[in-house]
Structure formats: C-alpha cells, structure tokens
C-alpha cells in the first residue's frame, strides 16, 4: 500500500492573526478549502436571533469586484467543484473543493466575499424571505422538530433552548438597530484573528503557504476575540435526563467542565458504543429483543461543555428504565477496560479513513483539529466523562470487547501462475477491456476489467449488477440492507465504501476505496446476500422522513425502469436474476484474489442486458405523495439519441445553464431555497435534470418557471461572445480529463459508460468529444431538448395538469 497521507498537517499563526492548516497529499487530483470563523448562532446579540445564520446567506450574493454570476459559487459550479457553508453554535465554515488549476482562483473569490461582502438593503430583504421559507420548512419538518425537543430537558437559559434559525420577525432589516448588530457582528468576527484557513492538496508545501498568505492579505488583521461561556446546561443536580417515546428513547448527558482533549474521548467512547458486534450493548439490546438500533454522537460541545445524544429504536415491549440501567452497567464494564486495543484498532481505521479521504474531507477533518486517533491526554479525558456520567466498574452484564475488524489488516494473497490478467482458476474467461478489443471472438465476459484507470495505485472501483424478473419487495430490501449495516461498516473502517441498493428491478453492489481488501470483503458481501431467507415479513426500516424534494430523487431511478410484479421471496428474485459487472483500477493481484468471490455471484452470468425503455416525444408524469405542505418538483429530460455526441452537447448545456437557472428562479423569483439544476445519469440514460421545493409556489406553476428558462436557452447561446463560450467549453473538457478526475468519479463515469454502451476509451472520448461541440450544434441541442425529443419526465408532490403530460401507471 502507498503511503498513508501525513498524519499531522503543517500548521502556523500568520502574522495578521490567521491561523493556517496546510496539508500536501500529492496522490490527491483535487484541492480543498475550509474557512471556519470562531463564531456562530450563540453570539449574536439577543435581540436579534439569526443573525449569523443571515450573515452567511448574504457573503454569496456577490461582491463589488466579482458580481454574482462570477462569485464563488458560480465559479466552483463552472469548474465542477463542490461548494457549501453552515453555521454552527460556535463556529461558521466555508468549504469547497476545485481542480488544482483553478483553486487559486476559488480562493480569491472566497477572501473577497469574506472582506468586501454588499449588504445592501434590497439584497438583504431577498435573502430574507430565502431563510423565511426555510423556517417555514424547518417548522414542518418532523425530523427538524424532533432535533429541536431533545434540547427540553436543558436549562431555559442556556442558548442551546434559543431559537436561532432566523425569519422574517427576527431579522428586521430595515431598522437602524438591526443594521448596527450586522455590522458589529461582521466586524468584530469576521476578521483574521478569528478565522482559521484549512487548504490540502497535491501542490507542495510552498506553494499552499504561498495561497494562505495571498488568501490572508485581503483580510483585515485582527485579535481572537474572548467568548464568556454559557450557563451550567442543566439547573439540576442530575445531569442527565430521558425522553421516551412510542418506538424511540433519547438518552442525554451533559458535561461540564471537560478537559482539552474531550472531544477525541467522546468521539472514541461513540464509536464503540457504536459498534454492532457481539458482546456490546447493541448486541445485548437486540438479544434482549429491546431495540433494533443505537445511535450516540455529541450534539454539543464548547467551553468544557459537552451534550451526548444515544437514540435508540425501540421494540413494543422495551422498558427505557431497564435500557438506560443496561447502558450504564456496560459504560462500567468500557471503564474497567485497559483500552490499549481498542485504542489500536480506533488508529488504524482513522488512518484508512484519511488515506482514501478526498480533499474536502480532510480540509474538514483538519479544521477541526482532532487527533487521528485517542491520545494520553483524551484518556484523561474520558476518564472524565465516564466518572461525570456515572459509570462505575461493578457490572453485571455478559459484555466483551468486539472483534477486531477483518479487513483492517487484510491481505491479498499472490496471484495464481500461468494466467491471463484479469483471469483466474475459479473464474476463467475474464477479460480485460484491451484484451476483448485484441480477440476476434464475439463473446465478452459480464464482468468487465477496464484498464482505463491506472492499475498501479491503491484505489480501485467494483460494480455488479443484477436484472431481476422481479422487484424487490420493500421488506426484501429492509431484510437485506440491516443484515449488511454490520459488514458496510467493518468495510468503510477499512477504506472501502460499500452499498447495495435497489431501482425497480435491479440491485446494485458498489465497493470504491482501496482495492487490498475487496475481494474478501465481495465474498462476505455475497454470503450475506445470498442467506437462506426466513421470514422477513415484519422487517423495520428505519430510515428517515427526508424532504420532499429529496424523497423525488430517491424516486426518479426506479421510474426510468420497466415496471415489474413485486416478489417477496429471496430465492425467487435470485433464480431469476442476470448479473453484469466492471471492475476498475485493480491490480493484477487483487483480479485474481477476486476470482473465488466472481465464482460464487448468483443469479446468470449475461453481458447482454438490455437498456432501459426510451420515453422520446414523451411527457410522462409521476405523483409522490410526500406527506409535506411544500411543493416539490423534479423535470428530468434524456437527451435525444444515445450516442457520445449528443451526450456531450448535454453535458454542455447542463454546464451552461447551471448558474442562469439558479439565478432565474433562486434569486430573481425567490421561488424556493431549493434550486438546482444538472446532469444526471440513470441506468445508463443521461439528461439534464431540474429541481425545485417551494413552501407557496405549486407545481404547474414550477414547471411553468422551468419551462420559461429552457425557451431562453437558445437565445441565451447566441448572445453568448465567442470568448465565454470557448472558455466555458474547455473548463467542462478539463474537468473529465483523465489526470483531473478523482478515481471514485471516474470509475463511475465508467460505469454509466458501460450501461450506455460506450467503448472502453470513452474517458478518452469523452473531453475530445466535448471540445467539438460547436454553438450551432449546441443551439440545435437546445431546440431538441425544448421539444421534448429525448422525453420529458416529471415527478412532483402534485397531480398531473392534463395534456400534454400523461400519468405514469
């Protein structure tokens, strides 16, 4: 295995007060930046609750020298990057991730922002009625409400009870008092005394202090600003408290006056609360038949203070007394332990964690500052936090110490003599793409090894498909999906990001990370999968109310299949099944260790799958009921034919649009505060797809807005000077080029290329291709696209309004 990025990053105080985390990871092909500003929601004046939350809204709205079509935001989405920013209780950050060539770039739009923000008054009254809409959401949502009550048991003085979202009655911008807190606020926070810059990427060293000196000139000098620390969290002398519930129990403790390193020791003491294995408390839990899952983290943490959250999902007949008695009986069986292990173990996985972590995350990981795993300092901390809750060594209960995780220290074993690559004595017939391309036979292995990621590298990609007769009923998929949790988690310890998912009648086994240890983490997969089913009927899931427009995007990939009778039985959907699959960036070694694991896939092997159903020249509409008041929208629309052209003149328009959609309907028309818009691929179909949730604007008159967009595209490209658009078409081309793309994203551009029918170069392809897209081709793409050539396909919290649109059955 290559070497592990750097533990530690560089860190240093510049001389204007901003303090700098560098952190050269040369494997990385993307950079990353976090802001963090040490203040948050708590510190604004009383009066005036939202503030901070305000403030960050208003840094994206553009500044004097780079308007809102060229600010940060725009510019991270003309170049492909990933940008957010929230504010916390404490703190404020803003992140986002670019290419190396146009991180420079990013970072002089963000330290602009952050030192020249507008403010001006009618900018102010827009964005307010943004964060009104989502206070409006955020009172309907369940989750949110349910978030916010598990604050009761606190003190009523503590800020932790305050409301601190912002809307229309606490942000009175139009009152002098009020501009002079944004002001103060701004000025007294927003300066380089109180801001710690996190940067990582493959440049050197030099050349990353070069960027945070550059980045830190254009702020203004300034001091750490001394914050009182709030009140006691509780009045009481218990500090603790439990909110039961129908199926659910909230368990919270808090914490005063921890020392320095408490939160790495509450971070330590989650994750093997945490852990699923037998002999913990999750184990014993479900034995007992009390609870089916566990969940701790910190909800809070500053000045010394601490809020520990375990929620758990509770069976009919569980009692939370004798839970919360269980849970203290083996917080005293963790205190007696030496942890030296346990400790072991936590740095190993943090270690994997980092090394296959992408710029942003460890740009984030950085900022906050954490140790990569329990140092002598944060056992001294939990001790501290073990002696505050309670726990005392005399316990009762048959409790152990898990086992340690398989793949953490897994190895390959050597590749088998005398064959191909790509092939094996328990799976002969694999073939390399180059090696299909080089023989005359017309038969093709369903698993697929491409070579067009390097092999030489510790990261890889493995994806199997299975076309079933059937769909998977919904207990089916809960059966299976709670009887992985255990191994995805051992998994992702281990650097490999494994999923199975269903659309419609497909599964989907996904593993990216590092390639050591796959093969034997796919053949546990597959045993797990391919277990004798019992019966599942009264399977639980226990995901989570999401969002209405968040519930239509885990909707739309199972519609753009062929519908098909649901089937409850495993061993029927496994008999009828028909499996293909691609394998990328793997070595030699790791395709041969595959072999046993590829011998044992059930359902037929079968390389000729069919695509799924064309909907050309029609408008299809599906209604989800979302259970919500808010309106949600979603217009997807395939392009016209299936070849690499048309393609990439989609891909240009969702390049192209990207910006001039948000700001039509984002800003302009304050229609909702979830806008968005791109490309999107589904089973192989790619198109432009269009987003939109509004607490007040209904559908028709959503897609009315959206439609009205898409009739301006071409006049759009027209008034377009030639300069822009060539500039923008070759930042789309850089953007997919082989050097510039991180291995997870290329192997699953890969991926959608297979479904898609593409030749095994079309990385290759696919920037040349973009390169030749003309205007008057682009113009005519838009025509096509208006038209409804590919199809259009709709799905909404709303009935369908009638012709042309037709309902899904």
Known sequence: MPALNPPHPHTETLANGLRVTLRHAPDLKRCAAVLRVAAGSHDVPLAWPGLAHFLEHLLFLGTERFALEQGLMAYVQRHGGQLNARTHERTTDYFFELPPQAFAGGLERLSDMLAHPRMNLEDQQREREVLQAEFVAWSQDATAQQQLALFDGLSPQHP?????????????????????????????????????????????????????QEFADALPEGEKVPRQAPVALMDTLTKSYQQPHERRLDLLFAFETLPERSPEALAFLCHWLNNAKSGGLLAELRSRGWADSLKAAPLYQFAGQA??????????????????????????????????????????????????????????????????????????????????????????????????????????????????????SAHRGLRTFAQDRSRSRRERSPMQFSQALPDNTAEGAVYVRWRLEYAPGSHVQAHLDNGLH?????????????????????????????????????????????????????EQSTSVALMPIRQLLKVLPGLCLERSPESQSLQQLWASARWDGLATGLSAQTQAAMGLALSRIPGTADNQLTPPPSIRSHCLWSHVETGSSEHALLLFCPTATDDIASESAWRLLAHLAQTPFYQ?????????????????????????????????????????????????????????????????????????????????????LLWHGKLAGRSSDFLTQLPEAILSVDRPALIDAARRLIQAEGGWRCLSSGPCPGAPWQVTK
């Open 160 to 212: 932790l009870r305050g409301f601190h979202a912002g809307n229309r009655d606490s942000l009175p911008v139009e009152q002098p008092a009020f501009q002079q807190a944004l002001q103060g606020f701004y000025q007294q926070f927003y300066q380089a005394g109180q801001m710690t810059l996190s940067l990582v990427g493959p440049q050197p060293l030099e050349a990353l202090k070069a960027l945070a």
């Open 307 to 424: 809020l520990l959250h375990i929620e758990c999902t509770l069976n009919a007949d569980a009692q939370p007394s004798a839970i919360h008695h269980l849970l203290l009986d083996w917080l005293g069986f963790f205190a007696r332990q030496e942890w030296s292990g346990l400790r072991d173990e936590y740095t190993a996985l943090l270690q994997r964690q980092q090394h296959v972590s992408g710029a942003l995350q460890l740009a984030r990981l950085d900022s906050e500052q954490h140790e990569a795993g329990l140092s002598g300092q944060g056992v001294t901390a939990l001790k501290d936090v073990l002696q505050q809750i309670g726990a005392v060594d005399n316990f009762t209960g048959p409790w152990q110490l898990p086992a340690p995780n398989p793949f953490l220290r897994s190895e390959a074993p050597a590749p088998n003599a005398g064959l191909i690559r790509g092939q094996t």
């Open 486 to 538: 255990p191994l995805r988690e051992d998994a992702r310890q281990a650097g490999v990001d494994l999923s199975f998912g269903a659309s419609g009648n497909e599964w989907l086994l996904k593993m990216t990370g590092l390639q050591e240890p796959m093969p034997i983490i796919l053949e546990h997969a597959l045993k797990e999968l391919t277990k004798p089913g019992g019966d599942f009927s009264q």
């Open 664 to 748: 039509r309907l984002r800003v302009e028309l304050q229609l909702g505060y979830a806008v968005f818009s791109g490309l999107r691929q589904l089973h192989g179909q790619t198109g432009l797809l269009f987003g939109v949730q509004s607490p007040s604007v209904t559908p028709p008159v959503l897609l009315q807005h959206i439609e009205q967009f898409l009739n301006g595209l071409p006049d759009m490209l027209r008034d377009m000077d030639d300069g822009h658009f060539t500039a923008l078409r070759h930042t789309l081309a850089d953007q997919f080029a082989c050097g510039a793309l991180p291995n997870a994203q290329a192997a699953e």
